[in-house]
């Protein structure tokens, strides 16, 4: 099987469970549950029925999602494109690219990609110790931080 078909399959495949899903959450909610009135329920009573409502909606995105990146994944490949790193310009691995069929990426780039994004930029935040080592000041109800009641400095 080539990945020109591999690509259709899977993009058939993930139509059906967008289908399903969407006609899932057609289904009112009220449907969904055993109850005869909705009058005399409190409403944390419907609180796992809006947990997985909410997480098919989630479901749903993510799946449209994955639809879009294999659609994008069949236009490279109807351009020639299809198998080529975005980042080096370097062949994809055939190992990877029959396990995740609308990669972009090499396995390396990948990899380094995964590195960058292990050290979000919140880490890089300094604390007040070091602000104040820093001679930088923040000020907390009208005070600065490393200051008394009275205003005389507690370093």
């Known amino acids: 099987m080539d990945y020109e078909q591999m690509l259709q399959a899977k993009k058939r495949e993930l139509e059906e469970v967008i289908q399903k899903k969407r006609d899932l959450m057609m289904i009112p909610i009220t449907e969904t549950v055993d109850e005869l009135s909705m009058y005399d329920q409190h409403p944390a ?10 997480k ?16 994008d994944a069949i236009d490279h490949y109807k351009k020639g494109e299809y198998g080529i790193c975005e980042v080096c310009g370097k062949s994809i691995e055939k190992e ?7 990669t972009t990426l090499c396995a390396q780039c990948a990899r380094d990609q995964v590195r960058e994004n292990e050290h979000p ?15 930088e000041t923040f000020q907390v109800a009208g005070y600065d931080f490393f200051e008394d009641g009275d205003g005389s400095s507690s370093s």
């Not at 990877?96 to 609308?102: E, I, M, T």
């Not at 935040?125 to 820093?134: R, T, Y």
Request: negative net charge.
């Open 96 to 102: 990877r690219l029959s396990r995740l069929l609308n």
């Open 121 to 135: 930029a919140q880490y890089d935040l300094i604390n007040a110790g070091q602000m104040s080592d820093e001679g």
């Open 45 to 54: 009573d419907l609180g796992s029925e809006m947990y997985e409502r909410e």
């Open 56 to 71: 098919d909606a989630g479901l749903l995105e993510f799946y449209e999602l994955e639809l879009e990146k294999l659609n």
